[in-house]
């Protein structure tokens, strides 16, 4: 994981948004209320469009499992971005080399947030020596992949979450040697 010594700041303008002061560093275990706030209100709000009502429910329920929230967080390399000292976004990058989450609160989206995360874990993957990252992308997330410069495998029609059908992407980016 990320010590907090190596973290990456940067200080972003953007057309919309105000400036944003990010910070991308290791997770902690205290940031797992904000991480999964980050994830239910990204889930229930930024993807609300693409998603039926019992679907965001299955893929987010109302109700933390904080233990096992915890140790998702810290078997992965977890990175979080906080924005003016608060938990904005959260991205990781599983032993096998999956991109498995990436979420970043409706607060502080389309700041730069999500590209931040990816970018961390992509330059972790590439210390790692992998030769490309995949994800399972969901509708939501899907153009801030390509602009990242994922690209689409196949469409996962048949991906169930709690007995829900919640299709999603199966997206790769390849690492230069
Ligand atoms: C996907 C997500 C993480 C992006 O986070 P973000 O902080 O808003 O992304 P950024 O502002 O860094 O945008 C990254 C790039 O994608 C583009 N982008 C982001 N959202 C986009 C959208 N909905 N449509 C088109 N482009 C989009 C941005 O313009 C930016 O491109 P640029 O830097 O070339 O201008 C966020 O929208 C989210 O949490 N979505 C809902 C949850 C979800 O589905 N997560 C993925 C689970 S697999």
């Given at each position: 994981?990320?010590?907090?010594?190596?973290?990456v700041?940067?200080?972003r303008?953007?057309?919309?948004?105000?400036?944003?002061?990010?910070?991308?560093?290791?997770?902690?275990?205290?940031?797992?209320?904000a991480?999964w706030?980050a994830?239910?209100?990204?889930?229930?709000?930024?993807?609300?469009?693409?998603?039926?009502?019992?679907?965001?429910?299955?893929?987010?329920?109302g109700?933390?499992?904080?233990q096992?929230w915890?140790?998702r967080?810290?078997?992965?390399?977890?990175?979080?971005?906080?924005?003016?000292?608060?938990?904005?976004?959260?991205?990781?990058?599983?032993?096998?080399?999956?991109?498995?989450?990436?979420?970043?609160?409706?607060?502080?989206?389309?700041?730069?947030v999500?590209?931040?995360?990816v970018?961390?874990?992509?330059?972790?993957?590439?210390?790692?020596?992998?030769?490309?990252?995949?994800?399972?992308?969901?509708?939501?997330?899907?153009?801030?992949?390509?602009?990242?410069?994922?690209?689409?495998?196949?469409e996962n029609?048949?991906?169930?979450?709690?007995?829900?059908?919640?299709?999603?992407?199966?997206?790769?980016?390849?690492?230069?040697?």
């Amino acid at each position: 994981m990320l010590s907090d010594q190596r973290h990456v700041r940067t200080q972003r303008r953007l057309q919309y948004g105000p400036r944003v002061n990010i910070t991308i560093r290791g997770y902690r275990p205290g940031d797992a209320e904000a991480t999964w706030r980050a994830f239910h209100e990204a889930i229930h709000r930024t993807a609300a469009s693409y998603y039926s009502e019992e679907q965001m429910k299955a893929w987010a329920p109302g109700v933390m499992d904080a233990q096992g929230w915890n140790a998702r967080r810290t078997q992965a390399w977890t990175v979080v971005a906080d924005v003016d000292g608060e938990v904005a976004g959260f991205s990781d990058l599983t032993a096998d080399g999956l991109l498995d989450m990436l979420f970043v609160h409706p607060e502080f989206g389309r700041r730069g947030v999500g590209r931040l995360l990816v970018e961390a874990v992509l330059k972790e993957a590439q210390r790692r020596g992998l030769n490309e990252v995949r994800t399972h992308a969901s509708r939501a997330a899907r153009p801030a992949f390509e602009r990242l410069g994922f690209i689409v495998d196949h469409e996962n029609e048949d991906n169930w979450i709690r007995g829900q059908k919640v299709p999603n992407f199966d997206m790769y980016v390849a690492l230069a040697p």
